[in-house]
């Protein structure tokens, strides 16, 4: 066993050192976000070392050697994690000492043909890619949550209303359909945000490309990229703009998952009564004893809401940057990653909670929906051959001098009515979202990537 070796010097490094406060200021939580990227720094570098011995810019039983250390270190980090040691400034020194403490001088030739700002990017493209996967099963998985909840319940009657006014009849499966199609739209800018990272910046090196002959088109298939970055310098400006991209999907997302939370905190309280949620779910107060706050709900609407600001504030950061790269987007890496997590949460706890959000029955009886059947009046003398015109008028008359009949008071449950327009209260259309969802189901993109060393044990 060898010896224990200092850490390396910085791989930018010379022989003055940096100023204390200048370290800790431009470093900031970057090794702590670098943690999470260790095991796709170390994919990246298997294909990495896999190529420079494929090319002859090592001796294959060099490349051999590194491949062999890394895929052991790589399945100790996806066992019990890594943690970057004192004294070493990132991800990618930390696997380059491990290297060379167990190979020796070997260690040290992992860096030939490559820069940080290459290897940077590329980590973060594999670990964008496999989050995105991940954040698009779970809201796939949602999706299911609803429609079912949307079988279950979707006759109940629900008024519909429009500038917090009392507008028409509408169904909780209407209402509930409405988000699973949202959540379904998503899947669409998810899917971009997938495909922005599916592109392959290796071998870009500080930017400008390196004189040595690698082969990226080899790493590009070796890590199941979809294409290859082409140009060096597009490939460090899609730093930054691969995390909008993503920023801009897990937005689109929580904008859905917010607006749902929030018609649930709304129709919740006495005014509304038109949802329940069983008492364990719901928070009490301290001097109001028959207080049910839906703060499941409340704290999900914020934590999406801020999610919302990521896109801006990720455009911010990278307002004005002239091509290559610069030490401003360090701050991106420190914002999306939290991101993702928090993105995963709130798509987790909304799919905990939406198979107890119950719709409460009877509620069309109430007095205050006395007029929402209105545009069924209007629509009834239409059929009768009156100009709908004035039959609006008539109707709007009858409104205003008190003389407008209702009739008898709506059903609490809405009949199924497949002759109805598809997307109406009598007709949802639950079934087809269904086939919609079925026939977006992830696995064509989780699996996409089966046969490849970069997906064979994922953490």
Known sequence: MKPPMNPPMKLWEKNTPLDALVELFTVGNDRTMDERLARWDVVGSIAHAT????????????????????STILQEIDAHGISIEDGVEDIHSQIELELTRRLGDVGKTIHVG??????????????????????????HARIKIMLDVADEHGTTSLPGYTHYQVAMPSSFALWVGGYAEALLEDLRVVDMAIDAANANPLGSAAG????????????????????????STFAQMSRGRTEKLVAMAMAQVASTLARFAMD??????????????????????????????????????????????????????QTNLPSGYHRDLQFVKDRIIPALDEMRLCVHVAQAMVPHVRPIG????????RYIDSVDRVNDL????????????????????????????????VPNDASAAIGSPGN?????????????HPSSHLNSNSNSRSESSTS
């Open 51 to 70: 190529m420079l011995g494929q090319v002859g810019l090592l001796p294959m039983s060099t490349a051999q050697a590194l491949v062999q250390e890394l």
């Open 114 to 139: 490559r820069s940080r700002n290459d290897q940077v990017a590329v980590d973060l493209k594999l670990f964008l890619r496999h989050e995105m996967r991940q954040l698009r099963s779970d809201v």
């Open 208 to 231: 400008y490309g390196t004189s040595l002959p690698i082969d990226r088109q080899q790493t590009t298939r070796a890590l199941n990229f979809d294409r290859l970055h082409v140009t």
């Open 264 to 317: 649930v905190v709304q129709y919740m309280s006495q005014n509304y009564a038109l949802l329940t949620l069983p008492d364990h779910l719901t928070t009490g107060s301290s001097i109001m004893p028959h207080k049910k706050n839906p703060d499941v709900f409340e704290v999900l609407r914020a934590r999406c809401n801020r999610l919302q600001s990521l896109p801006t504030e990720l455009a911010l950061v």
């Open 362 to 369: 009877g509620v069309m009886h109430d007095s205050r929906y």
């Open 382 to 413: 239409v059929a009768q051959g009156v100009p709908f015109r004035d039959a609006y008028r008539a109707i709007a008359d009858s409104i205003a001098n008190g003389t407008y009949n209702a009739g008898s008071p709506l059903p609490d449950h």
């Open 428 to 440: 949802p259309g639950i079934t087809l979202l269904r086939e919609r969802w079925v026939s977006s």
